[in-house]
T-cell receptor
Framework: GQSLEQPSEVTAVEGAIVQINCTYQTSGFYGLSWYQQHDGGAPTFLSYNGLDGLEETGRFSSFLSRSDSYGYLLLQELQMKDSASYFCAVILNTGGFKTIFGAGTRLFVKA | GAVVSQHPSWVICKSGTSVKIECRSLDFQATTMFWYRQFPKQSLMLMATSNEGSKATYEQGVEKDKFLINHASLTLSTLTVTSAHPEDSSFYIC?????????????FGNGTRLTVT
């Protein structure tokens, strides 16, 4: 089966840097994505890694190591509005594409 | 660009009735759409992959006769919850990906909160 592991909860202060790790065990791995979801809202896309290495998009960066089945999302210069749930999501290609989500990490940003 | 509209945003229905949820890609064509279900403070569980012009592919454990999916055009997929029961109460979210873009990024609708009484 497919499994993704990420921490359930992280707390950090405004202005700090936080890293949310994700490990996965899947078959048909194609890439790793990250999504943000505020309570009651829809998930929004943050970042995608199809190849090993670091992808940077503003305050957010994401990393992938295929050999280690591991990735992380790095959030810099944290702001209160970053308080949300963050999901790592593996894209699988098993004759067709689909995306499976991890359980999510709730990030609490304190003043 | 890449707007996905989902309707209705919330619905309350009586046990035994059916509810239809629509998902439209407004400014792009989506050969494939995905239906997810989310319980409070939990992950998004993939229910099925909806393919334009063909039968949907359901994930293991999802009853295809209960959750009917139709993808009649490149911009519209519908999910019908048939004979709804209180345990079907949940947040249902559709997503779509632009044609030819693999599976990233997924563009999500705003979700439908279904309450079955």
């Amino acid at each position: 089966g497919q499994s993704l592991e990420q921490p359930s909860e992280v707390t950090a202060v405004e202005g700090a840097i936080v890293q949310i790790n994700c490990t996965y065990q899947t078959s048909g791995f194609y890439g790793l994505s990250w999504y943000q979801q505020h309570d009651g809202g829809a998930p929004t896309f943050l970042s995608y890694n199809g190849l090993d290495g670091l992808e940077e998009t503003g305050r957010f960066s994401s990393f992938l190591s295929r050999s280690d089945s591991y990735g992380y999302l790095l959030l810099q210069e944290l702001q209160m509005k970053d308080s949300a749930s963050y999901f790592c999501a593996v894209i699988l290609n098993t004759g067709g594409f689909k995306t499976i989500f991890g359980a999510g990490t709730r990030l609490f940003v304190k003043a | 660009g890449a707007v996905v509209s989902q309707h209705p945003s919330w619905v309350i229905c009586k046990s035994g009735t059916s509810v239809k949820i629509e998902c439209r890609s407004l400014d792009f064509q989506a050969t494939t759409m995905f239906w997810y279900r989310q319980f409070p403070k939990q992950s998004l569980m993939l229910m099925a992959t909806s393919n334009e012009g063909s039968k949907a592919t359901y994930e293991q454990g999802v009853e295809k006769d209960k959750f009917l999916i139709n993808h009649a055009s490149l911009t519209l997929s519908t999910l019908t919850v048939t004979s709804a029961h209180p345990e079907d109460s949940s947040f249902y979210i559709c997503s779509a990906v632009r044609e030819g873009r693999g599976n990233s990024p997924l563009h999500f609708g705003n979700g439908t909160r279904l309450t079955v009484t």
